[in-house]
């Protein structure tokens, strides 16, 4: 079993900042790839940024060159900064952790961005 807290999220004008955190409170799995999805409409969640253990991410074209994933491996954290923010990113964003055995998603944080 994963458990997964995220923090962050809120209200913003557009064109501010946000930061998301994520992270794993308890695993008895290899923690792999961890990201950042937007749920889009009941039951369909698409990709904000990944990152792997190795430290490489991917970006969802629409946020690319204003996000950035980053994760610290010995915290098991993967957090998000969201930079010069658009209404159009306003949703649910959820924190994803890959495991060897199975996929684990947080309970999500919404973000909410005013024109």
């Known amino acids: 079993q994963v458990q997964l807290v995220e923090s962050g999220g809120g209200l913003v004008q557009a064109g501010g900042s946000l930061r998301l955190s994520c992270a794993v409170t308890?695993?008895?799995?290899?923690?792999?790839?961890m990201g950042w999805y937007r749920q889009v409409v009941e039951n369909k969640r698409e990709l904000v940024a990944d990152i792997n253990t190795g430290g490489i991410p991917v970006y969802a074209e629409s946020v690319t060159g204003r996000f950035v994933i980053s994760r610290d491996n010995a915290k098991n954290t993967v957090d998000l900064q969201m930079n010069n923010l658009k209404p159009e990113d306003t949703g649910v964003y959820l924190c994803?952790?890959?495991?060897?055995?199975?996929?684990?998603w947080g309970r999500g944080t919404q973000v909410t961005v005013s024109s």
């Open positions: 994803k952790v890959q495991t060897g055995r199975a996929d684990y």
């Open positions: 308890r695993s008895d799995s290899r923690i792999d790839a």
